[in-house]
Protein backbone atom coordinates (compact mmCIF):
# COMPACT_ATOMS: atom_id res chain seq x y z
CA UNK A 1 0.00 0.00 0.00
CA UNK A 2 2.86 2.47 0.81
CA UNK A 3 4.66 1.62 -2.26
CA UNK A 4 1.42 2.63 -4.22
CA UNK A 5 0.88 5.91 -2.35
CA UNK A 6 4.92 6.51 -3.49
CA UNK A 7 4.33 5.72 -6.70
CA UNK A 8 1.28 7.72 -7.21
CA UNK A 9 3.23 10.77 -5.27
CA UNK A 10 6.01 10.38 -7.93
CA UNK A 11 3.69 10.20 -11.01
CA UNK A 12 1.56 13.38 -9.78
CA UNK A 13 4.48 14.83 -9.10
CA UNK A 14 5.32 14.66 -12.80
CA UNK A 15 1.89 15.79 -13.94
CA UNK A 16 2.48 18.71 -11.70
CA UNK A 17 5.50 19.56 -13.74
CA UNK A 18 3.57 20.08 -16.69
CA UNK A 19 0.74 22.40 -14.84
CA UNK A 20 3.74 24.22 -13.93
CA UNK A 21 5.73 24.45 -17.25
CA UNK A 22 2.48 26.00 -18.94
CA UNK A 23 2.23 28.01 -15.76
CA UNK A 24 5.70 29.46 -16.38
CA UNK A 25 4.87 29.87 -20.17
CA UNK A 26 1.44 31.68 -19.49
CA UNK A 27 3.13 34.76 -17.18
CA UNK A 28 5.77 35.56 -19.78
CA UNK A 29 3.07 36.65 -21.75
CA UNK A 30 2.20 40.14 -21.55
CA UNK A 31 -1.06 39.40 -22.87
CA UNK A 32 -1.68 37.00 -19.98
CA UNK A 33 -0.32 39.32 -17.23
CA UNK A 34 -2.86 42.45 -18.55
CA UNK A 35 -5.57 40.02 -17.80
CA UNK A 36 -4.72 39.12 -14.33
CA UNK A 37 -4.16 42.77 -13.14
CA UNK A 38 -7.70 44.17 -13.98
CA UNK A 39 -10.72 41.87 -13.67
CA UNK A 40 -13.05 43.49 -16.74
CA UNK A 41 -15.66 41.52 -18.46
CA UNK A 42 -13.17 41.10 -21.00
CA UNK A 43 -10.45 39.69 -19.04
CA UNK A 44 -12.41 37.28 -17.47
CA UNK A 45 -13.91 36.13 -20.46
CA UNK A 46 -10.12 35.11 -21.76
CA UNK A 47 -9.29 34.08 -18.30
CA UNK A 48 -12.09 31.33 -18.17
CA UNK A 49 -10.71 30.60 -21.72
CA UNK A 50 -7.30 29.60 -21.03
CA UNK A 51 -8.14 27.78 -17.26
CA UNK A 52 -10.70 25.27 -19.47
CA UNK A 53 -8.21 24.29 -21.50
CA UNK A 54 -5.56 23.49 -18.35
CA UNK A 55 -8.28 21.72 -16.59
CA UNK A 56 -8.70 19.65 -19.34
CA UNK A 57 -5.32 19.12 -20.08
CA UNK A 58 -5.05 18.39 -15.85
CA UNK A 59 -7.40 15.47 -16.40
CA UNK A 60 -6.44 14.02 -19.59
CA UNK A 61 -2.83 14.00 -18.05
CA UNK A 62 -3.87 12.38 -14.95
CA UNK A 63 -2.92 8.91 -13.41
CA UNK A 64 -5.25 6.36 -13.92
CA UNK A 65 -5.93 3.76 -10.94
CA UNK A 66 -7.72 0.53 -11.60
CA UNK A 67 -10.74 -1.20 -9.85
CA UNK A 68 -8.31 -3.69 -8.24
CA UNK A 69 -6.09 -0.53 -7.08
CA UNK A 70 -3.78 -1.04 -9.68
CA UNK A 71 -1.80 2.36 -11.28
CA UNK A 72 -2.25 2.67 -14.69
CA UNK A 73 -0.20 5.03 -16.38
CA UNK A 74 -1.13 5.93 -20.32
CA UNK A 75 0.64 8.97 -21.94
CA UNK A 76 -2.72 10.90 -21.83
CA UNK A 77 -6.08 9.23 -20.74
CA UNK A 78 -8.65 9.35 -23.61
CA UNK A 79 -10.56 7.04 -22.11
CA UNK A 80 -11.27 5.39 -18.34
CA UNK A 81 -13.59 2.58 -17.45
CA UNK A 82 -16.58 3.21 -14.78
CA UNK A 83 -14.96 1.06 -12.13
CA UNK A 84 -11.77 2.73 -12.37
CA UNK A 85 -10.50 6.41 -10.58
CA UNK A 86 -8.34 8.80 -11.68
CA UNK A 87 -6.13 10.86 -9.49
CA UNK A 88 -4.91 14.69 -10.89
CA UNK A 89 -4.27 17.76 -10.77
CA UNK A 90 -7.54 19.32 -11.97
CA UNK A 91 -8.46 20.92 -8.44
CA UNK A 92 -5.00 22.75 -8.52
CA UNK A 93 -6.08 24.66 -11.68
CA UNK A 94 -9.68 25.11 -10.20
CA UNK A 95 -8.25 26.79 -7.02
CA UNK A 96 -5.82 28.95 -9.14
CA UNK A 97 -8.31 30.35 -11.27
CA UNK A 98 -10.62 30.96 -8.40
CA UNK A 99 -8.27 32.90 -6.82
CA UNK A 100 -6.96 34.52 -9.98
CA UNK A 101 -9.95 35.48 -11.60
CA UNK A 102 -12.77 35.59 -8.71
CA UNK A 103 -15.52 32.78 -8.09
CA UNK A 104 -17.91 33.03 -11.03
CA UNK A 105 -14.91 31.90 -13.48
CA UNK A 106 -13.83 29.14 -10.84
CA UNK A 107 -16.92 27.94 -10.74
CA UNK A 108 -17.35 27.92 -14.59
CA UNK A 109 -13.78 26.36 -15.00
CA UNK A 110 -15.07 24.08 -12.30
CA UNK A 111 -17.83 23.23 -14.37
CA UNK A 112 -15.57 22.88 -17.58
CA UNK A 113 -13.44 20.48 -15.42
CA UNK A 114 -16.25 18.31 -13.53
CA UNK A 115 -18.11 17.77 -17.02
CA UNK A 116 -14.80 16.60 -18.92
CA UNK A 117 -14.38 14.67 -15.98
CA UNK A 118 -17.46 12.66 -16.45
CA UNK A 119 -17.76 12.24 -20.30
CA UNK A 120 -14.39 10.75 -20.61
CA UNK A 121 -15.26 9.03 -17.47
CA UNK A 122 -17.84 7.23 -19.29
CA UNK A 123 -20.64 9.20 -18.00
CA UNK A 124 -20.68 8.04 -14.42
CA UNK A 125 -19.25 9.86 -10.87
CA UNK A 126 -21.80 12.69 -11.58
CA UNK A 127 -20.83 14.12 -7.99
CA UNK A 128 -17.31 15.81 -9.72
CA UNK A 129 -19.33 18.17 -11.46
CA UNK A 130 -21.36 19.61 -7.82
CA UNK A 131 -17.71 19.22 -6.16
CA UNK A 132 -16.10 20.87 -9.03
CA UNK A 133 -18.36 24.09 -9.21
CA UNK A 134 -18.98 24.40 -5.41
CA UNK A 135 -14.91 24.40 -4.76
CA UNK A 136 -14.51 26.86 -7.81
CA UNK A 137 -17.10 29.13 -6.15
CA UNK A 138 -16.41 29.17 -2.63
CA UNK A 139 -12.43 29.21 -3.31
CA UNK A 140 -13.20 32.23 -5.34
CA UNK A 141 -15.55 34.23 -2.56
CA UNK A 142 -12.95 33.16 0.45
CA UNK A 143 -9.85 34.56 -1.51
CA UNK A 144 -11.81 37.52 -2.52
CA UNK A 145 -12.52 38.26 1.66
CA UNK A 146 -8.40 37.40 2.56
CA UNK A 147 -7.17 39.27 0.27
CA UNK A 148 -8.08 42.47 1.42
CA UNK A 149 -6.36 45.14 -1.01
CA UNK A 150 -3.81 42.72 -2.38
CA UNK A 151 -4.31 41.26 -6.06
CA UNK A 152 -4.31 38.00 -4.25
CA UNK A 153 -3.85 36.64 -1.30
CA UNK A 154 -0.99 35.58 0.74
CA UNK A 155 1.16 32.55 0.68
CA UNK A 156 -0.48 31.02 4.06
CA UNK A 157 -4.03 32.16 2.52
CA UNK A 158 -3.22 30.12 -0.66
CA UNK A 159 -2.00 27.05 1.21
CA UNK A 160 -4.60 26.99 3.13
CA UNK A 161 -7.52 27.78 0.72
CA UNK A 162 -5.85 24.84 -1.84
CA UNK A 163 -6.09 22.48 1.27
CA UNK A 164 -9.87 23.20 2.13
CA UNK A 165 -10.74 22.56 -1.55
CA UNK A 166 -8.92 19.19 -1.79
CA UNK A 167 -10.36 18.14 1.82
CA UNK A 168 -13.78 19.07 -0.03
CA UNK A 169 -12.65 17.26 -3.11
CA UNK A 170 -11.94 14.19 -0.69
CA UNK A 171 -14.91 14.62 1.00
CA UNK A 172 -17.33 13.84 -2.15
CA UNK A 173 -15.33 10.87 -3.25
CA UNK A 174 -15.40 9.58 0.65
CA UNK A 175 -19.19 10.01 0.21
CA UNK A 176 -19.56 8.13 -3.21
CA UNK A 177 -16.32 5.36 -3.24
CA UNK A 178 -15.60 4.83 0.31
CA UNK A 179 -12.50 5.18 2.18
CA UNK A 180 -10.60 2.94 0.11
CA UNK A 181 -9.95 5.11 -3.05
CA UNK A 182 -9.13 8.30 -0.11
CA UNK A 183 -6.55 6.41 1.83
CA UNK A 184 -4.53 5.69 -1.56
CA UNK A 185 -5.19 9.46 -3.03
CA UNK A 186 -5.33 11.33 0.01
CA UNK A 187 -1.66 12.24 0.76
CA UNK A 188 -0.03 12.48 -2.62
CA UNK A 189 -3.49 15.01 -4.01
CA UNK A 190 -3.23 16.72 -0.62
CA UNK A 191 0.33 17.56 -0.88
CA UNK A 192 0.91 18.13 -4.80
CA UNK A 193 -2.28 20.12 -5.47
CA UNK A 194 -1.52 22.45 -2.38
CA UNK A 195 1.90 22.79 -3.43
CA UNK A 196 1.12 23.40 -6.56
CA UNK A 197 -1.74 25.97 -6.29
CA UNK A 198 0.84 27.94 -3.86
CA UNK A 199 3.37 27.57 -6.70
CA UNK A 200 1.38 28.99 -9.73
CA UNK A 201 0.15 32.41 -7.32
CA UNK A 202 3.76 32.81 -6.49
CA UNK A 203 4.79 32.45 -9.61
CA UNK A 204 2.11 35.21 -10.67
CA UNK A 205 3.32 37.64 -7.92
CA UNK A 206 6.62 36.99 -8.47
CA UNK A 207 6.37 38.35 -11.90
CA UNK A 208 3.59 40.95 -11.43
CA UNK A 209 6.87 42.59 -8.66
CA UNK A 210 8.80 42.36 -10.90
CA UNK A 211 7.26 44.20 -13.71
CA UNK A 212 6.39 46.85 -11.26
CA UNK A 213 9.84 47.17 -10.39
CA UNK A 214 10.66 47.77 -13.99
CA UNK A 215 8.03 50.26 -14.40
CA UNK A 216 9.74 52.20 -11.50
CA UNK A 217 12.82 52.01 -12.98
CA UNK A 218 11.56 53.03 -16.55
CA UNK A 219 9.05 55.68 -15.34
CA UNK A 220 12.50 57.41 -13.58
CA UNK A 221 15.00 57.25 -16.15
CA UNK A 222 12.20 58.89 -18.38
CA UNK A 223 11.26 61.45 -16.07
CA UNK A 224 15.11 62.54 -15.14
CA UNK A 225 16.06 62.68 -18.96
CA UNK A 226 12.53 64.43 -19.32
CA UNK A 227 13.28 67.28 -16.81
CA UNK A 228 17.33 67.76 -18.79
CA UNK A 229 15.58 67.98 -22.42
CA UNK A 230 12.72 70.21 -22.00
CA UNK A 231 14.74 73.28 -22.86
CA UNK A 232 16.21 71.73 -25.69
CA UNK A 233 12.62 70.23 -27.28
CA UNK A 234 11.22 73.98 -26.67
CA UNK A 235 12.83 75.46 -28.98
CA UNK A 236 11.80 72.58 -31.92
CA UNK A 237 13.35 69.88 -33.31
CA UNK A 238 16.37 71.42 -35.16
CA UNK A 239 20.59 70.29 -35.38
CA UNK A 240 21.41 72.11 -32.16
CA UNK A 241 18.58 71.04 -30.46
CA UNK A 242 18.61 67.00 -31.30
CA UNK A 243 22.67 67.28 -30.33
CA UNK A 244 22.03 68.39 -27.24
CA UNK A 245 19.30 65.83 -26.61
CA UNK A 246 21.23 62.88 -27.72
CA UNK A 247 24.35 63.82 -26.12
CA UNK A 248 22.17 64.09 -22.88
CA UNK A 249 20.56 60.02 -23.31
CA UNK A 250 24.27 59.04 -24.39
CA UNK A 251 25.41 60.17 -20.86
CA UNK A 252 22.61 59.06 -18.72
CA UNK A 253 21.90 55.29 -20.75
CA UNK A 254 23.76 52.30 -21.80
CA UNK A 255 23.42 52.90 -25.27
CA UNK A 256 26.05 52.53 -27.71
CA UNK A 257 24.68 55.21 -29.87
CA UNK A 258 21.28 57.28 -30.03
CA UNK A 259 20.07 59.85 -33.02
CA UNK A 260 17.45 62.11 -33.89
CA UNK A 261 15.95 62.23 -37.44
CA UNK A 262 13.41 64.78 -39.01
CA UNK A 263 11.25 63.13 -41.69
CA UNK A 264 14.58 63.36 -44.03
CA UNK A 265 17.43 64.16 -42.54
CA UNK A 266 19.77 62.78 -39.57
CA UNK A 267 19.32 65.65 -37.10
CA UNK A 268 21.80 63.78 -34.99
CA UNK A 269 23.70 60.67 -34.13
CA UNK A 270 26.04 60.41 -31.01
CA UNK A 271 27.92 56.98 -30.47
CA UNK A 272 29.19 54.33 -32.25
CA UNK A 273 28.29 54.62 -36.36
CA UNK A 274 28.75 58.56 -36.06
CA UNK A 275 31.52 58.66 -38.94
CA UNK A 276 28.72 57.67 -41.48
CA UNK A 277 25.15 58.76 -39.34
CA UNK A 278 25.77 62.49 -40.63
CA UNK A 279 23.75 65.39 -39.18
CA UNK A 280 22.48 67.09 -41.89
CA UNK A 281 22.59 64.66 -44.33
CA UNK A 282 20.00 62.15 -45.69
CA UNK A 283 18.90 59.41 -43.51
CA UNK A 284 20.27 55.81 -44.42
CA UNK A 285 18.79 52.94 -42.66
CA UNK A 286 15.84 51.18 -43.99
CA UNK A 287 14.49 50.80 -40.60
CA UNK A 288 14.40 54.00 -39.91
CA UNK A 289 12.96 55.06 -43.23
CA UNK A 290 10.09 52.53 -42.99
CA UNK A 291 9.23 53.98 -39.03
CA UNK A 292 8.78 57.59 -40.40
CA UNK A 293 7.03 56.61 -43.31
CA UNK A 294 4.76 54.18 -41.54
CA UNK A 295 4.40 56.07 -37.88
CA UNK A 296 5.06 52.66 -36.17
CA UNK A 297 7.91 51.89 -34.01
CA UNK A 298 10.13 49.45 -35.21
CA UNK A 299 12.60 46.62 -33.54
CA UNK A 300 15.64 44.81 -34.64
CA UNK A 301 17.98 42.14 -33.91
CA UNK A 302 20.70 41.97 -36.44
CA UNK A 303 22.43 44.47 -38.90
CA UNK A 304 20.32 43.43 -41.67
CA UNK A 305 17.31 44.15 -39.64
CA UNK A 306 18.62 47.78 -39.01
CA UNK A 307 19.20 48.08 -43.12
CA UNK A 308 22.49 50.62 -42.87
CA UNK A 309 24.24 50.39 -46.47
CA UNK A 310 27.80 51.14 -44.66
CA UNK A 311 29.32 47.79 -44.51
CA UNK A 312 31.48 48.53 -41.47
CA UNK A 313 28.53 49.76 -39.21
CA UNK A 314 29.24 48.63 -35.96
CA UNK A 315 25.74 48.93 -34.87
CA UNK A 316 23.69 44.76 -34.62
CA UNK A 317 20.47 45.78 -32.19
CA UNK A 318 18.07 48.46 -32.37
CA UNK A 319 14.53 50.23 -31.79
CA UNK A 320 13.30 53.23 -33.59
CA UNK A 321 10.06 55.09 -32.25
CA UNK A 322 8.34 57.85 -34.41
CA UNK A 323 7.87 61.15 -32.99
CA UNK A 324 4.67 62.43 -33.33
CA UNK A 325 2.70 65.87 -33.13
CA UNK A 326 -1.18 65.77 -33.76
CA UNK A 327 -1.18 62.35 -35.11
CA UNK A 328 1.70 63.25 -37.75
CA UNK A 329 5.03 61.95 -37.93
CA UNK A 330 7.75 64.64 -37.84
CA UNK A 331 10.80 62.61 -37.22
CA UNK A 332 12.04 59.31 -35.39
CA UNK A 333 14.00 58.63 -32.18
CA UNK A 334 16.79 56.21 -32.33
CA UNK A 335 18.63 54.13 -30.03
CA UNK A 336 21.39 51.33 -30.86
CA UNK A 337 23.72 48.85 -29.49
CA UNK A 338 26.88 47.32 -30.81
CA UNK A 339 27.44 43.91 -31.50
CA UNK A 340 27.10 41.50 -28.07
CA UNK A 341 24.49 43.28 -26.78
CA UNK A 342 21.11 42.73 -26.65
CA UNK A 343 17.72 44.75 -26.01
CA UNK A 344 16.30 44.35 -22.88
CA UNK A 345 12.30 45.01 -21.88
CA UNK A 346 13.63 47.51 -19.77
CA UNK A 347 15.27 49.56 -22.56
CA UNK A 348 12.74 49.11 -25.01
CA UNK A 349 10.11 50.74 -22.40
CA UNK A 350 12.83 53.35 -21.71
CA UNK A 351 12.79 54.40 -25.24
CA UNK A 352 9.21 54.05 -25.92
CA UNK A 353 8.27 56.33 -23.14
CA UNK A 354 11.26 58.92 -24.26
CA UNK A 355 9.37 58.76 -27.27
CA UNK A 356 5.97 59.86 -26.12
CA UNK A 357 7.11 62.26 -23.59
CA UNK A 358 9.52 64.03 -26.36
CA UNK A 359 6.32 64.26 -28.95
CA UNK A 360 4.77 66.00 -25.91
CA UNK A 361 7.84 68.39 -25.62
CA UNK A 362 7.84 69.05 -29.45
CA UNK A 363 3.97 69.92 -29.28
CA UNK A 364 4.84 72.64 -26.66
CA UNK A 365 7.51 73.70 -28.26
CA UNK A 366 5.38 74.04 -31.60
CA UNK A 367 2.32 75.76 -30.06
CA UNK A 368 5.43 78.35 -28.75
CA UNK A 369 6.71 78.90 -31.86
CA UNK A 370 3.42 79.40 -33.64
CA UNK A 371 2.01 81.69 -31.53
CA UNK A 372 4.76 83.89 -31.20
CA UNK A 373 4.98 83.91 -34.74
CA UNK A 374 1.21 84.60 -35.11
CA UNK A 375 0.44 88.18 -36.46
CA UNK A 376 -3.62 87.38 -36.82
CA UNK A 377 -6.08 88.93 -34.86
CA UNK A 378 -5.76 89.85 -31.06
CA UNK A 379 -7.69 86.25 -30.31
CA UNK A 380 -4.51 84.36 -31.46
CA UNK A 381 -1.89 86.32 -29.25
CA UNK A 382 -4.23 85.54 -26.06
CA UNK A 383 -4.58 81.88 -26.70
CA UNK A 384 -3.71 80.75 -22.56
CA UNK A 385 -0.12 79.76 -22.51
CA UNK A 386 0.64 76.56 -20.93
CA UNK A 387 2.79 77.12 -17.30
CA UNK A 388 5.85 75.53 -17.07
CA UNK A 389 5.70 75.93 -12.93
CA UNK A 390 2.87 73.34 -13.63
CA UNK A 391 5.10 71.26 -15.73
CA UNK A 392 7.72 70.73 -13.52
CA UNK A 393 5.81 70.83 -10.32
CA UNK A 394 4.00 67.54 -11.51
CA UNK A 395 6.92 65.58 -12.66
CA UNK A 396 8.50 66.30 -8.95
CA UNK A 397 4.88 64.80 -7.45
CA UNK A 398 5.47 61.68 -9.92
CA UNK A 399 9.23 61.63 -8.89
CA UNK A 400 7.91 61.03 -5.47
CA UNK A 401 5.28 59.02 -6.28
CA UNK A 402 8.32 56.34 -7.76
CA UNK A 403 9.33 55.83 -3.45
CA UNK A 404 5.55 55.30 -2.99
CA UNK A 405 2.96 54.26 -5.86
CA UNK A 406 4.75 52.83 -8.78
CA UNK A 407 1.90 52.12 -10.66
CA UNK A 408 -0.06 55.48 -9.60
CA UNK A 409 3.04 57.42 -10.35
CA UNK A 410 2.86 55.47 -14.04
CA UNK A 411 -0.70 56.66 -14.25
CA UNK A 412 0.14 59.85 -13.63
CA UNK A 413 2.89 60.48 -16.24
CA UNK A 414 -0.25 59.27 -18.73
CA UNK A 415 -2.17 62.00 -17.23
CA UNK A 416 0.49 64.49 -17.67
CA UNK A 417 0.85 63.16 -21.30
CA UNK A 418 -2.83 63.97 -22.13
CA UNK A 419 -2.81 67.17 -21.05
CA UNK A 420 -0.17 68.12 -22.82
CA UNK A 421 -1.96 66.52 -26.34
CA UNK A 422 -5.03 68.60 -25.44
CA UNK A 423 -3.53 71.38 -24.70
CA UNK A 424 -1.49 71.64 -28.29
CA UNK A 425 -4.97 70.83 -29.95
CA UNK A 426 -7.03 73.23 -27.88
CA UNK A 427 -4.63 76.02 -28.15
CA UNK A 428 -4.94 75.88 -31.58
CA UNK A 429 -9.03 76.57 -31.62
CA UNK A 430 -10.98 79.26 -30.38
CA UNK A 431 -13.49 77.29 -29.30
CA UNK A 432 -13.54 73.37 -28.15
CA UNK A 433 -16.26 71.02 -27.06
CA UNK A 434 -17.85 70.16 -24.19
CA UNK A 435 -15.92 66.73 -23.96
CA UNK A 436 -12.56 68.08 -25.24
CA UNK A 437 -12.43 71.07 -22.40
CA UNK A 438 -14.01 68.16 -19.55
CA UNK A 439 -10.93 65.52 -21.13
CA UNK A 440 -8.14 68.63 -20.18
CA UNK A 441 -9.94 69.86 -16.87
CA UNK A 442 -9.86 65.98 -15.40
CA UNK A 443 -6.24 64.97 -16.84
CA UNK A 444 -5.33 68.82 -14.95
CA UNK A 445 -7.02 67.29 -11.47
CA UNK A 446 -6.15 64.24 -11.59
CA UNK A 447 -2.26 65.29 -11.41
CA UNK A 448 -3.02 68.31 -9.16
CA UNK A 449 -5.21 65.43 -6.71
CA UNK A 450 -1.77 63.98 -6.37
CA UNK A 451 0.01 66.67 -5.04
CA UNK A 452 -3.20 67.86 -3.08
CA UNK A 453 -4.53 64.31 -1.82
CA UNK A 454 -7.91 64.92 -0.85
CA UNK A 455 -7.62 68.75 -0.74
CA UNK A 456 -10.63 69.42 -3.23
CA UNK A 457 -13.62 67.86 -5.55
CA UNK A 458 -15.05 69.15 -8.61
CA UNK A 459 -18.86 68.57 -9.18
CA UNK A 460 -20.05 68.64 -12.77
CA UNK A 461 -24.00 69.75 -12.79
CA UNK A 462 -24.13 69.88 -16.92
CA UNK A 463 -27.31 70.54 -18.24
CA UNK A 464 -26.31 70.99 -22.44
CA UNK A 465 -24.75 68.27 -24.35
CA UNK A 466 -20.88 67.17 -24.76
CA UNK A 467 -20.99 68.74 -28.47
CA UNK A 468 -21.70 72.39 -26.89
CA UNK A 469 -18.89 74.45 -28.16
CA UNK A 470 -16.81 76.41 -25.32
CA UNK A 471 -13.85 78.67 -25.47
CA UNK A 472 -10.87 76.55 -25.09
CA UNK A 473 -9.10 76.60 -21.91
CA UNK A 474 -12.24 78.32 -20.07
CA UNK A 475 -13.21 75.66 -17.29
CA UNK A 476 -9.53 74.51 -16.69
CA UNK A 477 -8.85 78.40 -15.70
CA UNK A 478 -11.44 78.67 -13.45
CA UNK A 479 -10.65 75.39 -11.23
CA UNK A 480 -7.39 76.31 -11.48
CA UNK A 481 -7.93 79.70 -10.12
CA UNK A 482 -9.83 78.20 -7.57
CA UNK A 483 -6.93 75.14 -6.50
CA UNK A 484 -4.12 78.15 -6.60
CA UNK A 485 -5.42 80.46 -4.40
CA UNK A 486 -9.54 79.83 -3.08
CA UNK A 487 -9.00 77.85 -0.05
CA UNK A 488 -5.88 79.22 1.68
CA UNK A 489 -4.83 77.16 4.78
CA UNK A 490 -7.69 74.67 4.75
CA UNK A 491 -6.34 70.85 3.19
CA UNK A 492 -10.15 69.20 3.18
CA UNK A 493 -13.57 70.04 2.47
CA UNK A 494 -12.45 72.10 -0.67
CA UNK A 495 -15.63 72.01 -2.90
CA UNK A 496 -15.87 73.60 -6.86
CA UNK A 497 -19.08 73.58 -8.57
CA UNK A 498 -19.15 73.92 -12.78
CA UNK A 499 -22.41 74.57 -13.68
CA UNK A 500 -23.59 74.54 -17.81
CA UNK A 501 -27.13 75.02 -18.69
CA UNK A 502 -28.98 76.47 -21.57
CA UNK A 503 -30.29 79.93 -21.16
CA UNK A 504 -32.59 80.92 -23.85
CA UNK A 505 -30.36 81.08 -27.02
CA UNK A 506 -27.34 81.26 -25.04
CA UNK A 507 -25.64 79.26 -22.46
CA UNK A 508 -24.66 80.28 -18.98
CA UNK A 509 -21.32 78.85 -17.21
CA UNK A 510 -20.47 79.52 -13.78
CA UNK A 511 -17.72 77.84 -11.63
CA UNK A 512 -17.95 78.45 -7.58
CA UNK A 513 -16.02 77.82 -4.91
CA UNK A 514 -16.66 77.44 -0.80
CA UNK A 515 -13.44 79.02 -0.28
CA UNK A 516 -12.22 82.14 1.01
CA UNK A 517 -13.38 84.76 -1.18
CA UNK A 518 -11.72 87.49 -2.84
CA UNK A 519 -9.55 90.03 -1.56
CA UNK A 520 -12.03 93.12 -2.50
CA UNK A 521 -8.61 95.97 -3.32
CA UNK A 522 -8.25 93.03 -6.28
CA UNK A 523 -12.05 92.08 -7.30
CA UNK A 524 -12.26 95.66 -9.19
CA UNK A 525 -9.36 94.89 -11.55
CA UNK A 526 -9.64 91.03 -11.91
CA UNK A 527 -10.15 90.07 -15.53
CA UNK A 528 -9.25 93.77 -16.66
CA UNK A 529 -6.20 93.56 -16.19
CA UNK A 530 -3.15 91.71 -15.33
CA UNK A 531 -2.10 92.00 -11.43
CA UNK A 532 0.50 91.70 -9.73
CA UNK A 533 0.81 89.81 -6.72
CA UNK A 534 3.27 87.34 -5.03
CA UNK A 535 1.01 84.71 -5.66
CA UNK A 536 -0.29 85.04 -9.01
CA UNK A 537 -0.16 87.13 -11.79
CA UNK A 538 -4.00 86.82 -13.04
CA UNK A 539 -3.31 86.78 -16.13
CA UNK A 540 -5.27 83.58 -17.38
CA UNK A 541 -8.20 85.24 -16.38
CA UNK A 542 -7.43 88.76 -18.05
CA UNK A 543 -6.57 86.90 -21.24
CA UNK A 544 -9.35 84.52 -20.91
CA UNK A 545 -11.99 87.81 -20.72
CA UNK A 546 -10.03 89.55 -23.62
CA UNK A 547 -10.76 86.38 -25.34
CA UNK A 548 -14.68 86.35 -24.71
CA UNK A 549 -14.96 89.78 -25.65
CA UNK A 550 -13.04 89.68 -28.84
CA UNK A 551 -15.21 86.25 -29.81
CA UNK A 552 -18.78 86.90 -28.56
CA UNK A 553 -18.86 91.00 -27.34
CA UNK A 554 -18.46 92.42 -24.48
CA UNK A 555 -22.19 91.25 -23.26
CA UNK A 556 -20.03 88.21 -22.53
CA UNK A 557 -17.28 89.44 -20.21
CA UNK A 558 -16.59 87.51 -16.82
CA UNK A 559 -18.51 88.28 -13.75
CA UNK A 560 -17.14 87.81 -10.46
CA UNK A 561 -19.59 87.14 -6.92
CA UNK A 562 -17.40 86.73 -3.75
CA UNK A 563 -17.91 86.42 -0.59
CA UNK A 564 -16.72 85.23 2.70
CA UNK A 565 -18.18 81.82 1.76
CA UNK A 566 -16.81 81.86 -1.37
CA UNK A 567 -16.46 83.02 -5.46
CA UNK A 568 -18.31 82.12 -8.34
CA UNK A 569 -16.88 83.20 -12.01
CA UNK A 570 -19.98 83.78 -14.79
CA UNK A 571 -19.92 84.06 -18.18
CA UNK A 572 -22.91 83.79 -21.34
CA UNK A 573 -21.91 82.73 -24.76
CA UNK A 574 -23.99 82.13 -27.56
CA UNK A 575 -25.17 78.24 -27.22
CA UNK A 576 -23.16 76.43 -30.42
CA UNK A 577 -23.07 72.89 -31.08
CA UNK A 578 -19.94 71.55 -33.40
CA UNK A 579 -20.94 70.18 -36.39
CA UNK A 580 -20.80 66.63 -36.78
CA UNK A 581 -18.25 65.61 -39.49
CA UNK A 582 -19.89 63.85 -42.64
Not at 248 to 271: C, M, P, S
Not at 325 to 347: D, H, P, Q, S
Not at 423 to 434: F, H, I, M, P, Y
Amino acid sequence: MENIVFNLFILLAERLGIIMILAFMLVNMRFFRNLIEKRTLKSQIWLFVIFSLFVVIANLTGVEISSSKEIVTPLIITGLPQTDSIANTRMLVITTASLTAGPYVGMLVGLVGGLHRVIFGGFSDYFYIASSVLIGYLIGVLGDRVKKNSLYPSSFWVAVLSLFAELIQMAFIFAFHGFGLVKLIFIPMILLNTIGSSLFIEILRTYLSNERQLRAVQTKDVLELTNKTLPYFRHGLDLNSAAHVCHIIKKYTKFDAVGLTDRVNVLAHVGAGQDHHIAGEPVITDMSKTVIATGKEKLAHSKEEIGCPHKGCPLTSAIVCPLQVNKKTIGALKLYFCEGREMTVVEENLVRGLAMIFSGQLAIGITEQQTALLNEAEIRALQVQINPHFFFNAVNTIVALMRVDVDQAHDALMELSTFFRSSLKNGQAKEVTLEQEKQHVEAYTKIESLRFPNKFTVDYQIEVPNETLLPSFCLQIFIENAIRHAFKGRKTGNQITVNLNRKGANLAISVSDNGSGIDPQILSRLGQEPISESKGSGLALYNLNKRLINLYGTSSQLKVLTSANGTTFKMTIPLKLAKKAN
